[in-house]
């Protein structure tokens, strides 16, 4: 129903939406897979509209077009965060991805953040092999990962890559977090992963306290577990940060930890103000930690899923890098050698979409949408899920077709893998991109030069995701086997 706001004396439309109920608003509606009912809704309504998602209104923002208008062109009026409960104790509302507090000191924040990551991007491997620490750690847990596949392949012939990617993923952001691996048995280690693994599973069940405020004064498990797990994780984060300021040395950055504090420690020279204090570098540990843990993990499980689904998919690239890079370990660099590569890679991430949304956003002041009157602190959901199945920019969106990423020549069409919306743009762009991108290349790579990926016999693979913040393939199971040094192996 499309209603008439009174604004500033002005009559101003407020965007149409469904009927709903009170108090549930139109949480009922939303059935087993949220994008998709809001991906019919559009027909309905178009690109912009407005539903109550229990007793809060929410703005779903649809197509190419209007997302750009709302991250890139109106960014600063849509960057803020939602007062939701879930998200509300992440570091005392101070958290770098979740806080409600949008501002100069949040862009500070973010500045710092990026800035230790770029430092830490330049720091020197150990080894003279690999172009920097981050291509180090990497490639020695790919290593791990390919001996566990082999292993528990000939133990069990079929397996659950889960754990071991899990395991993998985890140990990659301790490394990056505080420069420790971790033997994948080593008890404070299992421990970080369950208790990534339940705030995780505590934060995305939909927590009835974020649609029906009055819900977050009751002490219910289900709405307070978060805040227990987070401040189990929140206390081992910090015990690693306090070593990392008793044995700081600025010559020496071994990870995150030290890069944020080498920032923050030259900022102290110019001024106090500029800069983060112990628990804010915590804090924003923490948030890099979360950040770069389930999000890649989700992303290597679902693409060894398709590599089983399309054995020949998986042939085409083993025979790509087996013609440029034959046995070498790869290396970052090597993205501009293995197109077709990076290209399943970018039909990964639009295919099955895994973060359907962004992270919810906030309008910081009254502003317009599409000749829509959007009031101040407006919870808005992008729909990223609809933009990467858009007829209007994919050619038969449903297909799962790598090479519609290159051209003629067979080289990377940029300007097309950018239209792929998976780390959000603009303002509140995903900060771990760059280290995203390089990391999910190697394990890909480094897994197939090696290994070739079978579906179980008789197993039927489905890839509908079961939702959630991150969606997840269904549990399935794969068997890995060594391949015959440099031979492409399709059958
Ligand atoms: C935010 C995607 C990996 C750090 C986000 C957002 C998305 C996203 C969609 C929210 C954007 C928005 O709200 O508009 C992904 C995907 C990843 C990935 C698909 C892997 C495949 C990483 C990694 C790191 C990281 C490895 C850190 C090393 C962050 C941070 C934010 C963020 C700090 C919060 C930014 C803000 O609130 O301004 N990411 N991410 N991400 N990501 Fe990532």
Known sequence: FVRALRSKGRKQLSPP?????PIIGNLLQLGEHPYLTLMEMRKKYGDVFLLKLGMVPVLVVNGMEMVKQVLLKD????????????????????????????GESWKL?????????????NAEAKSSTCSCLLEEHVTEEVSEL?????????????????????????????????????????????????????LLKASS????????????????????????????????????????????????IRDITDALINVCHNKYAATKTDTLNDSEIISTVNDLFGAGF??????????????????????????????????????????????????FISEVFRHASFLPFTIPHCTTADTTLNGYFIPRKTCTFINMYQVNH??????????????????????????????????????????????????????????????????????????????GLVMRPKPYQLEAELRSSGSSSAQ
Request: charged share 25%; with cysteine.
């Open 17 to 21: 939406g469904p009927w709903s109920f």
């Open 75 to 102: 960014g600063e009026h849509f960057a803020g965060r939602p007062n939701m409960h879930t998200f509300s104790f992440l570091a005392e509302g101070k958290s770098l991805s979740f806080s409600v507090n949008y």
């Open 109 to 121: 924040h973010k500045k710092i953040a990026s800035k230790a990551l770029r430092t830490l991007s």
């Open 146 to 198: 390919v001996t566990v596949f082999v292993e528990l392949s000939s133990k069990n012939g079929g397996f659950d890559p889960r754990n071991a990617i899990t395991c993998a993923v985890a140990n990659v952001v301790c490394a990056l977090c505080f420069g420790k691996r971790y033997d994948h048995s080593d008890e404070e280690f299992l421990k970080i992963v369950k208790m990534n693994d339940d």
């Open 205 to 252: 069940a939909a927590n009835p306290a974020d649609f029906i405020p009055c819900l977050r004064y009751l002490p219910l498990q289900i709405i307070n577990a978060p805040r227990e797990f987070y401040r189990a994780l929140n206390g081992f984060i910090a015990l690693h940060v306090q070593d990392h300021l008793a044995t700081y040395d600025k010559d020496r």
């Open 294 to 343: 389930e999000t890649v993990s989700t992303c290597l499980y679902w693409s060894f899923l398709y590599l089983i689904h399309y054995p020949e998919i998986q042939a085409k690239i083993q025979e790509e890098i087996d013609g440029n890079i034959g046995l070498k370990p790869p290396r970052f660099e090597d993205r501009k050698i293995l197109p077709y590569t990076e290209a």
């Open 390 to 467: 858009d007829e209007t920019i994919w050619d038969n969106p449903s297909l799962f077709r790598p090479d519609r990423f290159l051209n003629e020549n067979r080289e990377l069409n940029k300007s097309l893998v950018e239209k792929v919306l998976i780390f959000g743009m603009g303002i509140r762009k995903c900060l771990g991109e760059d280290v995203a991108r390089n990391e999910i290349f190697i394990f890909i790579t480094a897994v197939l030069q090696q290994l070739k990926l079978k579906k179980c016999p008789r197993a039927k693979l489905d890839l509908t995701p079961t939702y």
